[in-house]
Nanobody, 125 residues
Framework: QVQLVESGGGLVQAGGSLRLSCAAS????????MGWFRQAPGKEREFVAA????????YYANSVKGRFAISRDNAKNTVYLHMIRLTAEDTAVYYC??????????????????WGQGTQVTVSS
């Protein structure tokens, strides 16, 4: 099993920035890809970004390109999501997730095996 714990959410004004963290523990060697997803009220969960532990490859949803950056600290088993120029449309619960390998399904939530409990991000306009 892999345990994922998100932190760093909160209330921020539009145009502001925030950094989310996701700490992984347990059988982390079984996972090579970490992803961030978000779910806004009344909407389906959507992909935000993903990164590979091994080589640091990244992939982003078009809606966040240029504003969000995903990074990792292998020594700390922690993945970060740096968010800038936030808008009200970024308000959501943000989840980190883990899966075994990189591939074409990387933006599909059902392809991830482990999930954190989520952290709320609220952007006030």
């Amino acid at each position: 099993q892999v345990q994922l714990v998100e932190s760093g959410g909160g209330l921020v004004q539009a145009g502001g920035s925030l950094r989310l963290s996701c700490a992984a523990s347990g059988r982390t060697f079984s996972t090579n890809v970490m992803g961030w997803f978000r779910q806004a009220p009344g909407k389906e969960r959507e992909f935000v970004a993903a990164i590979s532990w091994s080589v640091g490859s990244t992939y982003y949803a078009n809606s966040v390109k240029g504003r969000f950056a995903i990074s990792r600290d292998n020594a700390k088993n922690t993945v970060y999501l740096h968010m800038i120029r936030l808008t009200a449309e970024d308000t959501a619960v943000y989840y980190c997730a883990a899966r075994s390998g990189w591939g074409p399904m990387i933006s599909i939530d059902s392809s991830y095996d482990y999930w954190g409990q989520g952290t709320q991000v609220t952007v006030s306009s």
